[in-house]
């Protein structure tokens, strides 16, 4: 049954680039069919440990003079979708969508790892948007160890690049109220915006937005270079 999924579908999943009515369909697949889920697993680890050994121009230049090291961020990646697939399947949606920010162990964690955070949006769910704001705003008023402003930086693509389009986003004037925490940085991955265009849909950021080439990589580069990583 799983055969009849294409590894080239399983791939668009794994890159959070399908459609709501898109990932909904493959979710109810993946966790009714734990042969494709596997399957879906495995794509995952070797693509990260691909990009490991092998990095695209724009992350060698990213990357450069620095030592890289796959088994790190690999795992990290790959557990970030193991979560993916536990809340699609019940596991955990009313832990994130319902939680009311980032907790006191998260926070200490990042302060202890440096003060530095990558929070990733992937959904366009209104709750899980919601709660990536909040996350963003209290992150970017907290402090490190030594009483500065935190480093955050927020990605989003997939579904959860609407978050960040002109005429697409629900919450454009918080997204505006961002602009005023200058440790905070708004990602949009050029990948998802490619996809959409791809669809006939205007893609115009909103204002103070940045874009990285692909969310993966921008990803990649933060776990490498030490900072935590905290799914909204």
Known sequence: M???????????????????????????????DTTLGGRACELWQLKQM????????????????????PPRWTQALAASLLLLLGAASGWLVHERVESQGVSM??????RHDGGRVVLHLFSDEPARMEAALRMAEQLAQAQDQAGKPLRV??????????????GGSPYADRVAHLKQYS??????????????????????????????PSAEG?????LTQGWRYIQA
Request: aromatic letters at 4%; proline letters at 4%; glycine letters at 4%.
């Open 183 to 212: 440790n905070l940085r708004l990602v949009a991955c050029h990948e998802a915006m490619q996809r959409l265009q791809d669809r006939g849909l205007d893609v115009t950021l909103l204002p103070s937005v940045e874009i990285a």
């Open 153 to 166: 930086e927020f990605v989003a693509n997939g579904p959860g690049l609407h978050l960040l389009r002109v």
């Open 50 to 69: 691909l990009r490991g050994a092998y990095p695209l121009p724009h992350e060698k230049s990213a990357l450069a003079g620095r030592r890289f090291a």
């Open 2 to 32: 799983h055969n009849e999924i294409s590894d080239e579908i399983l791939n668009a999943y794994i890159d959070n680039e399908l459609d709501t009515a898109e990932r909904a369909r493959l979710l109810e697949r993946l966790t009714a």
């Open 105 to 110: 162990r998260q926070l200490d964690a990042i």
């Open 218 to 222: 921008e990803l990649a580069a933060r």
